[in-house]
């Protein structure tokens, strides 16, 4: 269970820098974004520069028609870093233009965590070394009625990039 809960609805959050999530860093709490945008956020540590928009830990996140946009992870998770047995349901969500310096562009599932994505759309997000879009290692993701799109930018690249865990589209 968790410590705490943080709800956040019709907002902005916006320019921020952090070493790690960028956004919010949640660890061990739980999440519930609602009408939200998230964007121009910066993880910038190069030894935890995780999650440029959010980052969880121990933690789960409920997001519903939520905007991630431009946000930066010197590492893993332009967008999204899930890891130590997170959970996370994104639902008509927009996640695009996110950057990694290593995995997952949009989002970087790891750890033993679950991504569900309902109705969303992952469009133009960039990640050195993987998973344009959605990095899963140790991990697994789900996604249901909901759009990829690469810009086609790094050779070699996944747009959905999975080991040693289950990526399963509907």
């Known amino acids: 269970s968790s410590l705490f809960s943080i709800i956040i609805q019709d907002s902005t959050l916006a320019g921020n820098s952090a070493g790690t999530g960028g956004g919010v860093y949640s660890l061990l709490g739980d999440l519930t974004l609602q009408n939200t945008v998230v964007q121009d956020n910066r993880a910038l540590s190069d030894t935890g520069g995780y999650g440029g928009g959010l980052r ?8 519903t028609n939520v905007t991630g946009a431009r946000n930066t992870a010197f590492l893993r998770g332009g967008f999204l870093r899930l890891d130590e047995v997170s959970t996370a349901g994104l639902t008509d969500c927009t996640v695009e233009h996110n950057t990694a310096g290593d995995t997952g562009g949009g989002v970087s599932n790891y750890g033993g965590s679950t991504l569900r994505v309902y109705e969303s759309t992952f469009r ?5 070394e993987g998973g344009s879009e959605v990095y899963t290692d140790n991990a697994d993701c789900y996604a249901r009625n909901s759009w990829f799109e ?3 930018s ?3 690249d996944y747009v959905l990039h999975a080991e040693q865990g289950k990526l399963v589209l509907d």
Do not use: I
């Open 154 to 156: 790094n050779a070699g």
């Open 150 to 152: 690469d810009l086609g």
């Open 56 to 63: 969880l830990s121990q933690a789960a996140l409920t997001a």
């Open 124 to 128: 133009f997000n960039n990640a050195t």
